[in-house]
């Protein structure tokens, strides 16, 4: 997760350590970063579920918490806006404070979408267990999508469809560039994207 930029700003003016940002990137701070693909992750799992027959889908996650859920957030915008569908305020449901400090308890809409896409594979636990207390089945009656292909045991009893962080290719790009910024090689300073994949599970209901 992100850091204060505050914090941020005293390292690189203080100190000449070499830095990467890893997992996030902060807007007006000229650092290397390595990211996942979140904005194309959360759109590829958006058009999945739209080839499953899903047509009204609502997205799970605090937009501008973190970078990456409004990244994720978009990615879900892009698919929605380009097969013509609504983009639902009320389908846009808060997981968790602005400050990021405290996970809110999740509040289902009025009106029912068939399918969530949410922005973390814990928030997409935290969703089921709600959909449960409220007497729908997944993916039976509703069907829902992670991120990450990241969860302690036990959290959840369904296998999520979710977007896989390709961690150990993240990690190997943060290596590579700490090393040629050890030996006082130019890096690009910018966003070093990491391509995850598709993990298709038990989570998502055909309605076609």
Known sequence: ???????????????????????????GI??????????????????YL?????????????VLATNSITDRYLGY???????????RQDWVIADRDEDRN?????????E???????NCDMTASRLIKTLRSAGYRVPKDISVVGF??????????????TYAVNMEGMADSGIRLLIKKMNGKETSQGMHMVEGSFMERASVKNIE
């Open 1 to 27: 997760g992100g850091l204060r930029s505050s914090y941020l700003k005293m390292i690189r003016d203080h100190y000449a350590t070499p830095t990467v940002y890893m997992d996030f990137y902060v807007p």
């Open 30 to 47: 000229k650092e290397d970063s390595v990211i996942s693909n979140s904005y194309y992750g959360t759109y590829h799992l958006t058009n």
């Open 50 to 62: 739209y080839e499953k027959g899903h047509k009204k889908i609502a997205f799970v996650g605090t």
């Open 77 to 87: 915008t892009k698919s929605i806006i380009e097969h013509q569908g609504e983009l």
């Open 102 to 110: 405290n996970f809110e308890t999740l509040e289902l809409p009025a």
């Open 112 to 118: 029912m979408p068939t399918a969530f896409v949410c």
């Open 148 to 161: 990450d292909d990241y969860l302690f045991p036990g959290l959840c009893d369904i296998p999520l469809t």
